[in-house]
């Protein structure tokens, strides 16, 4: 299983943006996809996921101003990012998880897109 991240890029403080994970592969069933980042010198931490089922978590630095969307039907997810701040500058890795058959499971990251938040 693929997993493609695109839509990062700079933005000044306050501004918006949206980024996309695109899976492809062998794909029998998605258990969720969701966004991590990690900034400079920082560990890898939670931005927000959703399972298949429609729940979502998020992490307390985002909660309120990030929205993670539905899984769509051709397994892709969005992050809709709103009032940037310098601090959610870092490197954005989505994450995929599921099935390729009823046995085989998958836990598949993309290579990350780069946001930065700055004046």
């Known amino acids: 299983v693929q997993v493609v991240e695109s839509g990062g890029g700079s933005v000044q403080p306050g501004g918006s943006l949206t980024l996309s994970c695109a899976t492809s592969?062998?794909?029998?069933?998605?258990?969720?996809m969701g966004w991590y980042r990690q900034a400079p010198g920082k560990q890898r931490e939670l931005v927000a996921i959703?399972?298949?089922?429609?729940?979502?978590d998020y992490g307390d630095s985002v909660l309120g101003r990030f929205t993670i969307s539905r899984l769509n039907a051709d397994n892709t997810v969005h992050l809709q990012m709103t009032n940037l701040k310098p601090e959610d500058t870092a490197v954005y890795y989505c994450?995929?998880?599921?099935?390729?058959?009823?046995?085989?499971?998958?836990?598949?990251w993309g290579q990350g897109t780069q946001v930065t938040v700055s004046s």
């Open positions: 994450n995929a998880r599921g099935y390729e058959s009823i046995r085989q499971t998958y836990d598949a």
């Open positions: 592969g062998s794909i029998f069933n998605i258990i969720g």
């Open positions: 959703r399972n298949r089922g429609g729940g979502t």
